[in-house]
């Protein structure tokens, strides 16, 4: 059984079940809801996930998707497209082991922000 939640501790979930698609998407609306330059996901059938603690907040990020997220913190936690209604794709950073799950592949690799933008040497 998977476990995690927001960074704050009001939500929490359990997710069991295999873990599939595990990948990090570099889509604009990705990056834009977690502000961040790509997100990495996982998903499990809906049937295996479910909040064990706190509501999160649901928006239609798109008329294909709703996402949830910590109404205190702001973490993102789900993704749940329209076009897949048997399954909800997980933040894995979310995860309280991440390390758990690692993404296999990467998706939207046409919207990658630039290399440049990336890399930046370590500071001292």
């Not at 609306?29 to 330059?37: D, E, K």
């Not at 995860?95 to 040497?121: F, G, H, K």
Request: aromatic fraction near 8%; charge should be positive; include cysteine.
């Amino acid at each position: 059984m998977l476990k995690g939640g927001c960074f704050c501790g009001h939500v929490r979930y359990e997710a069991g079940g295999k873990p599939f698609h595990a990948t990090i998407c570099h889509c604009s609306m990705c990056r834009r809801v977690a502000g961040a330059p790509m997100v990495a996901w996982f998903s499990v059938p809906r049937a295996e996930f479910r909040i064990v603690a706190g509501t999160p907040t649901r928006f239609a990020s798109s008329e294909r998707a709703e996402r949830t997220f910590c109404p205190r913190c702001g973490t993102p936690l789900t993704f749940e497209g329209r076009a897949h209604p048997n399954e909800v794709d997980i933040t894995i950073a979310s995860l309280d082991a991440p390390e758990a799950v690692p993404p296999a592949d990467q998706t939207q690799t046409a919207a990658r922000l630039s290399m440049r933008l990336l890399i930046l040497p370590a500071r001292s």
